[in-house]
């Protein structure tokens, strides 16, 4: 099999400069290459990243300066696909998202990666039962699954009023309180599964704060704490983490 990378850097410039800088470089980029050449690939997902931590794709591709911040500030905002090619390994799904990227403001490198092995961690599997093969079997359906993901986000994604792109709103709000039917795909799959979601909460003199998820928003909750400390160094504060179900 013929496994394939290729990251998504977008320029510094007006078109990515809001807070749905990765919904308009999927909407713009990934969605017509995919609509274009899903039947060359088994299947793909992708994921969004920035910050610090990921600044090493940048140099590894050899990002220009003008990826949005440059490469002297902690953005580095990025979406990595990853794919698995169908024989006999064609690159028209990568060649088209390169050519797409050229076109819109937005740097590409692409090159080998086999993400089952990322799929294959001891995070994703119980120990006790890791085997070579019992690790390719869940790292497979691992993939499905974040490819199903993967179709169903850009088929939700619409062009928005300041011409990039965003998120479908949903009107049902009582369903999904943010305006996203992925909120109810959420709670669907915790019906299934009676998955907990972890969630830290931190009090400011008796009031709620911030509600952050404690792997993925630990900076963002930082950030909370240390602005009350300065504004208020008398201030009482009190994180306490919680988990929850979606399921009913």
């Known amino acids: 099999m013929a496994y394939r990378e290729i990251l998504l850097f977008p320029h510094d410039t007006p078109r990515y400069k809001g807070s749905n ?43 220009p300066s003008n990826i949005r911040g440059g490469l002297q500030t902690p953005e580095y905002l990025q979406i990595r696909l990853k794919e698995r090619r169908r024989w006999p390994f064609r690159s028209r799904l990568e060649k088209a998202l390169l050519a797409q990227a050229k076109q ?18 001891k995070r994703f599997i119980d120990p006790e039962g890791d085997t070579a093969s ?24 619409v062009p928005d009023w300041v011409g990039g792109w965003c998120e479908e709103w949903n009107g049902d709000t009582n369903q999904n309180p943010d305006g996203s039917a992925i909120q109810s795909v959420l709670h669907m799959f915790c019906n299934g599964t009676d998955v907990e979601i972890p969630v830290r909460v931190l009090s400011i003199n ?43």
């Open 206 to 248: 008796g009031q709620v704060a911030a509600v952050a998820h404690p792997y993925y928003e630990q900076e963002r909750f930082n950030a909370v704490v240390r602005a009350a400390q300065t504004n208020n160094p008398g201030v009482t504060m009190n994180a306490v983490s919680r988990a929850f179900t979606m399921r009913g």
């Open 134 to 157: 019992t690790r390719e079997h869940r790292a497979e359906l691992i993939a499905r699954f974040l490819c199903t993901a993967a179709e169903l986000y850009l088929d939700m994604l």
């Open 21 to 63: 800088w990765a919904e308009t470089v999927m909407g713009e980029i990934v969605r017509p290459a995919v609509e274009r050449y899903r039947s060359s690939v088994e299947w793909y997902w992708m994921t969004r990243y920035g910050g610090p931590a990921f600044a090493g794709n940048a140099a590894r591709y050899q990002a």
């Open 104 to 121: 819109r403001e937005c740097f590409a490198g692409s090159g080998p990666n086999n993400p089952l092995k990322e799929l294959a961690l």
